[in-house]
């Protein structure tokens, strides 16, 4: 995309969000930066984040282990069925496990 229409597609979104929400002045200069990067950077291909592998202590994973559910490590919220749950996050039980660094 060249530079001056990104430009001005910047300037038109910064102007519109000035119009509706409270910005001080001294931050436009990095407002109008930011929304020229994503811009100007839209259809590149973003670099994929880091897998994070998380480790759960033996601590939490017996605190996780209730006789009516599962703690959820993604969301912190108790589940009968957590195959289903982590159907619903795209994730396998595998990933998950893997994921967490749970035992199989």
Partial sequence: MPTDNALQLAA???SS???HNQVA???LPAL???VH???ANVGEEQPAPAQDQRKTTPAQVRKSIMPEALISFEDGKPYR???RHLRTLGLT???Y???WGLPA
């Fill in 81 to 83: 069925l957590l195959k």
């Fill in 32 to 34: 109008i930066a930011s």
């Fill in 17 to 19: 969000f000035v119009q």
């Fill in 37 to 39: 990067h994503a811009i």
């Fill in 97 to 99: 496990r893997a994921k």
């Fill in 25 to 27: 002045s001294n931050e």
């Fill in 93 to 95: 039980p595998e990933e």
């Fill in 12 to 14: 038109g979104i910064v």
